[in-house]
């Protein structure tokens, strides 16, 4: 009888470990990945039952985090355009998957690397600049093809012939700002408040300081700060309002800027504010007083007040399913799964295609010179070998708590 229940146990014991998947290498649960997964890439995708391709497409951003707005933006908003695309049946369809990174270096590469364990042929995002920078240097070196809804230095794309942008770049934006302070002489007196520690900040300032001393607009005094946790900036505010600053432009994100909104009222200094597209998303934070924004000017280039089909349909969708009004990243993010969808749709034997053949093949569709696109974010958008979108930038000020012309 022991005899019997000992080797009963030992059935057992080892019914338990192939039901645990257990192998040599010690992993558990799941298929050992592909040699091509394993050296950075991935295999085709397998076409569906009706003969169509999908394409696995991973987005990487803040869904956590001081930058969380942003992220979850760009999330919902390339969410909306996937669900829309692949409810049309056609040849192409995607497969979205989107990993948080907390708006860190570190953590954005973990989530790429997560993606690729995944088998991602394609990466959106990242959604902030520093991650982006650093995630990718390794998809250049790995040979995916990335699209960034809104990561916007030079230094994204820099070497990189794999990497392209949908929102403006930074320079272009402290250009276009400058032009446009001087063009409508909305000052004769500047003050610029910028991060000098990201590269996103330094980026508009630099060009729109450039832009300023070319065009003849006076900067009275160029105040910086060194992180975004900084939370007192009554010494750049002081600096400013004793120099006679009539304008304050602040190439920043909302969360620094609706702390020195509320100091600038407590010390009764009433510039005028003019912030970049990384101020859109001010009015949407949590319990802040959206007084204190009347008046601020911001480019971007999305305008969920339009009247257009394409803008009032994506507005009320996003309406509908997350019970608020999308920025500009939820835009961009819609515009970037089309033109990922729309260039797909240009190139013969995708099916056939690893990630790194894929990559060659989206780079020659979206530098082609015939490739554009009508967005939610710009008519006829193209790209440049270089990376970098050519699209018009809007400038809308607040009034009463909303976006206005």
């Known amino acids: 009888m022991k005899k019997f229940?000992?080797?009963?146990?030992?059935?057992?014991?080892?019914?338990?470990?192939?039901?645990?998947?257990?192998?040599?290498?010690?992993?558990?649960?799941?298929?050992?990945?592909?040699?091509?997964?394993?050296?950075?890439?991935?295999?085709?995708?397998?076409?569906?039952?009706?003969?169509?391709?999908?394409?696995?497409v991973g987005?990487?951003?803040?869904?956590?985090?001081?930058?969380?707005?942003?992220?979850?933006?760009?999330?919902?908003?390339?969410?909306?355009?996937?669900?829309?695309?692949?409810?049309?049946?056609?040849?192409?369809?995607?497969?979205y998957d989107f990993q948080d990174d907390t708006g860190t270096t570190e953590t954005a590469v973990a989530a790429y690397n997560n993606l690729k364990d995944w088998g991602v042929q394609v990466i959106y995002g990242c959604t902030t600049t520093d991650p982006c920078i650093s995630v990718a240097a390794e998809t250049y070196a790995d040979r995916?093809?990335?699209?960034?809804p809104s990561a916007s230095s030079p230094k994204v794309t820099d070497g990189k012939d794999n990497v392209f942008q949908m929102c403006f770049t930074d320079p272009g934006q402290g250009m276009t700002a400058a032009n446009y302070v001087k063009d409508n002489a909305l000052a004769t007196k500047v003050g610029v408040i910028y991060n000098n520690g990201d590269s996103y900040?330094?980026?508009?300032?630099?060009?729109?300081?450039?832009?300023?001393?070319?065009?003849?607009?006076?900067?009275?005094?160029?105040q910086?700060?060194?992180?975004?946790?900084?939370?007192?900036?009554?010494?750049?505010l002081n600096a400013c309002k004793d120099a006679g600053a009539e304008l304050v432009f602040m190439p920043i994100y909302y969360t620094p800027a609706?702390?020195?909104?509320?100091?600038?009222?407590?010390?009764?200094y009433a510039p005028t504010f003019f912030g970049g597209d990384g101020m859109d998303g001010i009015l949407a934070i949590e319990g802040f007083d959206t007084s204190l924004a009347e008046g601020l000017i911001l480019l971007t280039p999305f305008d969920a007040a339009a009247s257009d089909e394409r803008t009032s349909g994506f507005v009320s969708k996003y309406q509908e399913l997350y019970g608020e009004t999308p920025n500009q990243f939820a835009a961009d993010g819609y515009d970037c799964m089309y033109a990922i969808y729309n260039a797909c749709q240009q190139i013969d034997g995708i099916?056939?295609?690893?990630s790194a053949a894929l990559c060659d093949a989206l780079i020659g569709v979206f530098t082609s010179g015939s490739f554009s696109m009508d967005g939610?974010?710009?008519?006829?958008?193209?790209?440049?070998?270089?990376?970098?979108?050519?699209?018009e930038a809007m400038v809308l000020t607040v009034k009463n708590g909303a976006y206005a012309h």
Do not use: H
Request: glycine fraction near 14%; charge should be negative; charged fraction near 15%.
């Open 5 to 56: 229940l000992a080797m009963l146990l030992a059935v057992v014991m080892l019914l338990a470990l192939a039901a645990c998947g257990g192998n040599n290498d010690g992993q558990t649960g799941g298929s050992q990945p592909s040699d091509s997964q394993t050296a950075g890439g991935s295999q085709p995708s397998e076409p569906a039952s009706d003969g169509a391709v999908t394409i696995k």
């Open 59 to 95: 987005g990487i951003g803040p869904l956590t985090g001081d930058n969380a707005v942003y992220g979850v933006a760009t999330q919902r908003g390339a969410q909306i355009a996937v669900d829309e695309i692949n409810a049309l049946g056609g040849a192409v369809r995607l497969e």
């Open 144 to 148: 995916y093809f990335q699209l960034t």
């Open 201 to 222: 900040s330094t980026g508009i300032a630099q060009g729109f300081l450039a832009q300023a001393e070319e065009i003849g607009l006076e900067v009275v005094t160029e």
């Open 224 to 236: 910086t700060f060194p992180s975004p946790t900084t939370t007192d900036f009554n010494v750049q």
């Open 258 to 268: 609706s702390l020195i909104l509320a100091q600038a009222k407590q010390m009764n």
């Open 351 to 354: 099916a056939d295609m690893d």
């Open 376 to 391: 939610l974010t710009g008519s006829g958008m193209t790209w440049t070998a270089s990376g970098e979108v050519s699209k």
